[in-house]
Each structure stands twice: as structure tokens, then as C-alpha cells.
């Protein structure tokens, strides 16, 4: 069965880094695209970045770009999100998905369980 | 970018009930448009993709429908694991995607 584990969640300094990963299993892992997506505390869903099959194409949201960095190792079937410049306002829960795309229509099809980052002082 | 807004912002109905959740995109979206489930605590689950696509293994109870800007999820009869807070999502503006801000469904 398909499974995602996240980890490397933890309290930070403003200003801080960080580096999640999340650990694929139950699937080919580089035959999709990944995805991470945060919640901050009693907030709603925001997608942060995705990733193509082989890493050559990689997308960030504003609110992150030129702070965080997406990667992944096929070999290891792992995503990773290096996180710089770390604010308070990146206080979330952060959820790796995969990213489905069949038929022309893109899904979040599975998604781990989340890893919480505090930044704080 | 794309804003997504459903309504209502919370509902509280009763087990067996009837619901329908709405999602409207400030843009048209064709069917680019997907529902997702939220338990407190947990990941959320994918239910319907596409507008009206049930994911496997999803209850035949939930369904949705609509194009273009406006949408709908329906839930034909409330069973007590359905409390939850529902979130639709736009796949059109790739790689841009937005969420609504939710719909926490309550018990009555």
C-alpha cells in the first residue's frame, strides 16, 4: 500500500533552517511528480512546491520562493524540502502528497501524515 | 491567481441528512476540480477529482458536480465518520494550485 512518512519537523529560530523529508513506499516512487503542501495551525491548505519525475521541473509558491528548496532522491524514493530564512508566518504542518496527473486532471492522491515546524523565538 | 471560496464556512447537520458543500473559482476552471476530506489531527483524503470523479474506495454517497466556476459537493446521507472539514482545489492553473478555505461540517 502507498505510504508517505514525513519527518525532520522541529522548533526553529526566526531566521532559521530546516530539512524535512519524506520517506515513499508502496509504489514506483519516480514515476510521479511530488508535491508539499502546509497548514498552519487552525488554518487551511496551502500547496508550497512540486516537483517533476526527474527533478528537472520544480515550482514554489510565492510566499516561499528563494527561501525553500525541493528535492528528491529516485534511488532512495525520497522528497526532501530544504527550508532557509525560516519566518514565523512558515509555522505549519507539512504534508507530502503525490501529485497524480492521468486524463489530463491532477490529484493529490496520497499524502503523508505531516510534520509540524515551529518558528519561533 | 485562481481564489477559490465555498460556502458555508460551517454547516451543522444530523446523521442521515442531505448536504451540499459549494466551491466557486473566481476564474473558469472547465473540471479542474477536486474535494478533499479532513478528520482533526489527520492528512486529508482525496474524494472527488475531476468535478465529479469518485476516487477509489471513496462511498458512493459523496458525489459532486459542476463546470466552469461553480461546483458542488453532495453528501446524500450523513453517517457519523462524515464530521469533518471538506476543502475543494483547483488543478487548472498547474503548477499554481489553490484550495478554498474549508467547510467544517459539524454534528446538530
Known amino acids: 500500500q502507498v505510504q508517505l512518512v514525513e519527518s525532520g519537523g522541529d522548533l526553529v529560530k526566526p531566521g532559521g533552517s530546516l530539512r524535512l523529508s519524506c520517506a515513499a513506499s508502496g509504489f514506483t516512487f519516480s514515476d510521479y511528480y511530488m508535491t508539499w503542501i502546509r497548514q498552519a495551525p487552525g488554518k487551511g491548505l496551502e500547496w508550497v512546491s512540486y516537483i517533476s519525475t526527474s527533478g528537472s521541473t520544480i515550482y514554489y509558491a510565492d510566499s516561499v520562493k528563494g527561501r525553500f528548496t525541493i528535492s528528491r532522491d529516485n534511488a532512495k524514493n525520497s522528497l526532501y524540502l530544504q527550508m532557509n530564512s525560516l519566518r514565523a508566518e512558515d509555522t505549519a504542518v507539512y504534508f507530502c502528497?503525490?501529485?497524480?496527473?492521468?486524463?489530463?486532471?491532477?490529484?493529490?492522491?496520497?499524502w503523508g501524515q505531516g510534520t509540524l515546524v515551529t518558528v519561533s523565538s | 491567481d485562481i481564489q477559490m471560496t465555498q460556502s458555508p464556512s460551517s454547516l451543522s447537520a444530523s446523521v442521515g441528512d442531505r448536504v451540499t458543500i459549494t466551491c466557486r473559482a473566481s476564474q473558469t476552471i472547465s473540471s479542474y476540480l477536486n474535494w478533499y476530506q479532513q478528520k482533526p489531527g489527520k492528512a486529508p483524503k482525496l474524494l472527488i477529482y475531476a468535478a465529479s470523479t469518485l476516487q477509489s474506495g471513496v462511498p458512493s454517497r459523496f458525489s459532486g458536480s459542476g463546470s466552469g466556476t461553480d461546483f458542488t459537493l453532495t453528501i446524500s446521507s450523513l453517517q457519523p465518520e462524515d464530521f469533518a472539514t471538506y476543502y475543494c482545489q483547483q488543478s487548472y492553473s498547474t503548477p499554481m494550485y489553490t484550495f478554498g478555505q474549508g467547510t467544517k461540517l459539524e454534528i446538530k
Open positions: 502528497a503525490r501529485d497524480r496527473r492521468y486524463g489530463g486532471y491532477q490529484r493529490f492522491d496520497f
